[in-house]
């Protein structure tokens, strides 16, 4: 059974910096797209950043150039965040899909992220 399991989030003052990590475990095949989105209290889950297997790369409109994922290993995804603003703050969710072989999607469970001072 795969599993993505979120690093903890955490409080940053504004302008300041974090990394998120998400490790899968269990028997992958192949992962092909990895994902971040968040979620803020009443609002939509939204995409943040995407990158595919071969590195393709979108965001979502709010990022200019702050956020950057990056597939750290096999089974580890990245975050950078810098430049964090107030509005930055909620649930952030990493993406996978991958193939167990059979292809499916898979979420981790979340990790909230504060931006305040």
């Known amino acids: 059974q795969v599993q993505l399991v979120e690093s903890v989030g955490g409080l940053v003052q504004p302008g300041g910096s974090l990394t998120l990590s998400c490790t899968a475990s269990?028997?992958?095949?192949?992962?092909?797209?990895t994902a971040w989105y968040r979620q803020s209290s009443g609002k939509q889950r939204e995409l943040v950043a995407r990158?595919?297997?071969?590195?393709?790369t979108s965001y979502g409109d709010f990022v200019k150039g702050r956020f950057t994922p990056s597939r750290t290993d096999a089974k580890t995804i990245s975050l950078q965040m810098a430049n964090l603003k107030p509005e930055d703050a909620a649930v952030y969710y990493c993406?996978?899909?991958?193939?167990?072989?059979?292809?499916?999607?898979?979420w981790g469970q979340g990790t909230q992220v504060t931006v305040s001072s």
């Open positions: 269990g028997i992958i095949f192949n992962i092909y797209y």
């Open positions: 990158i595919s297997d071969v590195g393709a």
């Open positions: 993406y996978a899909d991958l193939t167990t072989p059979s292809r499916d999607d898979y």
